[in-house]
Structure formats: C-alpha cells, structure tokens
C-alpha cells in the first residue's frame, strides 16, 4: 500500500473518506489499494482497512463486519450530519442495550436529506425532524435522537421478551420519565402493538420498577382485600432513606419481591437482613416474596397477604354500653 496513504489511514484509525484521500493522493492510488484488498468500501465514498473487518459472516456487508464504534464513525463520515442514530442503534448509544455488530444500523433524518438506505445501514425518513436539540443530543460523540423518541421507535423491533427492560431501565436510571416517554407515544400512532407499550407506561408511572413488580401489579397485590400500596415508597430513617417495593401505610407493612437473580446470594441476603432490621425500628414489617413463589404460586402469595394485612390493622374498639 501507498505509504502516505498507510499514514493517513494510521491517522484516522483505519478509516477514510474518498474526500480525505485524494487531498493527499492522486485517486489511482485509493483504486489501487482496494484492487490490491487493502482498502474496502464499506459505504459510499467510505472505505476502511480490510484489518478491521471481522473474518465472519463472510456474506454480511462490509460495514457490518466493523466493530460497532468503528463502523458508526464510519456511518457519521458518511452521513455528514444529514441524520442522526436512531432506533436500535440509538438504544445502544444511550446504554440502555448493546445492539450485536452484525445488526443493522439505524438512522433517522429529515425527508429532504437526499439519504438512502445502505447495506448494513438503515435509513428512516422522518418529516419535521430537526437535527439538533431537543430532538437530536450528542452521545458518545454521536448525534442520537432524544431518548424518548429512541425507546418509542426501537420498540416494535425488539423482541417481544426484550422490549420492556430498556425503558425499564431508562425509568430507574432516571434518563427520562414514564410521562415523557407517554408524550412521544402519543404522537405514534400507529405504532405496532402500542397497546402493550402504553400498558407498561401506566405500570411506570404506578410506581413498579421492574418485570417482577408489574407482574405482581397484575396478577397477585390488587383486588378485593388489598390495600392502595405507595410503590417504590421513600421512608428516611436516621440518615439512611430507602424505597419501599410495596408499602401499605395504615398497616406499616412493607411487601418485597426478591428477583430470581438475588435468591441464594448470602452478600444479598446479609444487605436485606440489615435493612429490615433497620424498618423494624419504625415498626414496619417487611415480608418478602421470592421470585420462583410470586410466579408460580400467586394465589397462595395473595391469601398470605391479606391475612398478615389483616392482623396488623387497627381493631375497631368496640361501643360502650
């Protein structure tokens, strides 16, 4: 390979624009080198060093065969500020789920942007977008859209058993709030199985912080008998404030469901023991349900509640005579 195009191509971390080089080579000299399979086009006018490029999936494009970081520069040399990371590659961007090197990777810009679909890249045509705050943020140094029009637009391409954990997430991380991401839904209307994502959003904004909760939202802590629990309550005890899973006011009993990823840790069990304890100083009960029980024994979770519910009522004194 051309030695000033070997620097250049160092300079850049494996990548260049057609642009970039013929500042500095005649064109033959790029041709040349990716005749020779030094060079590959990964998109148009961007080419990388074939070093860079994964030995597997051979049939998958080019700019797949990147590392994620290396081919969303590449994706931005390309666009040239045209559009900006959206969807699943968005969700990536703002921690929220690794999106795997052989996906696609999405963007989203403004209907005039003259952007077309490539492979490996997938361009979603977006009218009134603009391409700067507060629709578009900067992260990891990549224009991204807002993260509530990121966890609406990624929703119907997940599947089915991965699209509550990112907002979940993004809730408890407090990225945003269940009321903004609502906001952004309402302007999506047709969005596949929308039902479902308005559903979780009300369960948000009850309060449930995670699958487990929801589920015992739903299915086991409501009905006849059970008290208007303050989800994910605040209680500060001396210096220390803790969040209640569940947590009935007038009975001071507080209801926490153990994930199955918890059972059996003694580092985890030794932290619950203390921070009961701790409860137990302000006459609050904790009683905890584990994951396996919630799931698989609802019924027997919910009589078991109402009776302990039952016992730490105050009783109605009884008439004089």
């Given at each position: ?49 074939a ?5 597997r ?9 990147l ?14 500020g ?19 090197s ?13 952007l ?26 990549h ?11 990624a ?39 929308r039902?479902?994502l ?19 939202h ?27 899973d ?9 209801i926490?469901l ?39 024994e ?24």
């Open positions: 390979m051309n030695t000033v195009l070997r620097e250049l191509l160092a300079r850049s971390g494996g990548l260049v624009t057609r642009a970039d080089v013929e500042q500095v080579v005649p064109r033959w000299v790029l041709q040349k080198a990716c005749r020779a399979g030094g060079l590959v086009r990964v998109l148009p006018g961007v080419f990388a060093s070093q860079l490029l994964v030995a999936p051979r049939d998958a494009p080019a700019l797949n065969r590392d994620p970081s290396v081919a969303r520069r590449a994706v931005c040399a390309w666009a040239r045209r559009a900006a990371f959206s969807h699943l590659t968005a969700l990536d961007l703002w921690g929220l789920r690794q999106q795997a052989a996906d696609l990777l999405h963007l989203s810009a403004p209907n005039d942007s003259g077309r679909g490539q492979p490996g890249a997938r361009v979603h045509r977006r009218r009134h977008l603009t391409l700067q705050p507060p629709q578009v943020v900067v992260r990891q140094g224009p991204v859209t807002r993260i509530e029009q990121t966890l609406v637009d929703w119907p391409l997940l599947p089915p058993a991965e699209q509550r954990a990112p907002i979940i997430k993004a809730v408890n991380d407090r990225l945003t709030t269940p009321a903004r991401v609502a906001s952004a839904l309402r302007d999506a209307s047709k969005l596949p199985d039902a479902a308005h559903t979780l959003l009300i369960r948000l904004a009850d309060g449930c912080r995670s699958p487990l909760e929801i589920w015992g739903d299915h086991v802590f409501i009905g006849p008998g059970m008290p208007a629990f303050q989800r994910q309550g605040r209680i500060t005890i001396g210096r220390r404030t803790l969040y209640l569940l947590f009935a006011e007038q009975e001071r009993v507080n926490e153990d994930g199955a990823t918890t059972h059996g840790d003694p580092r985890q069990r030794e932290i619950d023991l203390r921070r009961d304890a701790l409860l137990a100083t302000a006459g609050i009960l904790v009683v905890r349900f584990a994951h396996r029980r919630l799931i698989h609802p019924d027997d979770v919910r009589r078991e509640t109402l009776a302990i519910l039952a016992t730490r009522r105050p009783s109605t004194p009884r008439p004089c005579r």
